[in-house]
């Protein structure tokens, strides 16, 4: 899971701030082709000039990657209006112009789709944290290049700090618990990465992964989420609980060697999860796609690791 700064201009976010949008077209002249590794639901943060350090750039907020698109200047006013970040489609070209090397208005822009804005009170400066950034950058860099670290510590910073007042009364009086969750999906993609193994045939992960969406329509799971990076692991967050619910599918001539390995992630998962969020209650458990042995289920339950033979409706 990627998390990227994207250099911004401070009017068109003050823009989205003050008309409370929840979504957003994240443009930028110049960039003709797409950002490598973007995925959605990646992170993307707001780099901008602040009043508070002129010679840094501070972090603003941030929002969800959905799309990445290439256009011209009048499809994206007409696609997208005043949430390109102003009122007219003048006032967009002129902040275009401005923005681009020969000040004029390219054929084509990169156009970012971003949704779940959030803005902080104040601005998150890299350099609080070890990372001296140039303020020649024009464009984007990737957050945790040098640091894994870092997106999980502006996060958490900016549960510390809190919400933009205006964002908080406009938009969700739970905005702080939003940032929670966001770093808390970001931190499962992140350690999910870390201990995935390849542990299961195609067929079989295409199988779990259909099984799996089919069981998110059922009433016992529909409140829970793939994590990102993965088709059949599914995690529910409430208050201060995760439960994550890994798959498992094997024939039975092999299921017992799988399932040693499996339990050795999901142990390894929940360790590396706990040391992270110490404030939350962590449970994992085991969706069996298909049957078991007795001692298995036996050793599952000395593992203190609970398992589910999921029921469709």
């Not at 780099?47 to 990657?65: D, H, M, P, S």
């Not at 702080?176 to 201990?195: F, H, K, P």
């Not at 499996?262 to 458990?285: P, W």
Request: with cysteine.
């Amino acid at each position: 899971m990627a998390s990227i700064a994207y250099v911004t201009d401070k009017d068109m976010m003050e823009y989205h701030r003050l008309h409370e949008n929840k979504a957003i077209n994240f443009w930028r002249p110049g960039t003709k082709r797409n950002i490598s590794n973007l995925q959605k639901g990646d992170l993307i943060f707001f780099l901008a000039k602040t009043a508070v350090r002129k010679r840094e750039r501070g972090i603003i907020g941030y929002g969800i990657f959905k799309e990445q698109k290439i256009m011209g200047a009048q499809k994206m006013w007409n696609q997208f209006q005043t949430l390109n970040g102003y009122e007219g489609k003048e006032e967009l070209y002129r902040a275009i112009e401005r923005m681009s090397k020969d000040k004029k208005v390219p054929k084509d822009i990169n156009s970012l789709w971003i949704e779940e804005i959030i803005f902080f009170q104040s601005p998150i400066f890299l350099s609080e944290f070890g990372l001296k950034i140039s303020n020649r950058i024009e464009s984007y860099m990737y957050v945790d290049r040098e640091d894994p670290e870092l997106t999980n510590k502006i996060l958490r910073q900016a549960q510390e700090i809190g919400v933009d007042m205006w964002s908080s009364v406009a938009k969700d009086k739970n905005t702080e618990r939003v940032i929670n969750q966001t770093r808390i999906s970001y931190l499962l993609a992140e350690i999910y990465s870390r201990v995935k193994l390849d542990l299961f045939s195609e067929a079989e992960e295409r199988k779990m992964k259909k099984e799996t969406e089919q069981l998110k329509k059922s009433r016992e799971f529909k409140n829970y989420d793939v994590i990102k990076g993965s088709q059949y692991v599914l995690v529910r967050t409430h208050n201060k609980h995760i439960d994550v619910q890994f798959s498992f599918l094997s024939p039975i001539r092999k299921s017992k060697e799988k399932l040693i390995t499996l339990v050795g992630q999901i142990s390894l998962f929940v360790e590396l999860l706990n040391g992270k969020v110490k404030d939350c209650d962590v449970h994992a458990g085991i969706l069996l796609y298909s049957n078991i042995q007795p001692e298995l289920e036996e050793l599952l339950e000395e593992a203190h690791i609970r398992y589910h033979y999921p029921k469709f409706e």
